[in-house]
């Protein structure tokens, strides 16, 4: 299975869509608590390339995107081959 990674912050409704959409096709997330003006925040950032919203997704430490992303990858019936690789 995949290593997932979601960078993620405190009453982000997007952040918790991400989050129900990997949870049904995984059962191991990482959720990293990213609000605004911390380390892990700035983390993010950078390795989404400088994308400032959360979420920040991951799978094997390549940049999904946010959550208008990783539903689209869903809805294309792409997301199940990249969580099985």
Not at 10 to 16: E, H, K
Not at 50 to 74: K, N, S
């Amino acid at each position: 299975m995949a290593k997932i990674e979601i960078y993620t912050q405190p009453w982000c409704p997007y952040c918790a869509r991400a989050l129900n959409i990997l949870n049904e096709k995984s059962g191991e997330v990482r959720e990293i608590n990213a609000p605004h003006g911390t380390a892990e925040r700035e983390e993010a950032i950078k390795r989404s390339g400088g994308r400032t919203t959360v979420p920040q997704i991951f799978i094997d430490g390549a940049h999904i995107g946010g959550c208008d992303d990783l539903v689209a990858l869903e809805r294309a019936g792409k997301l199940d081959a990249l969580l099985a690789a």
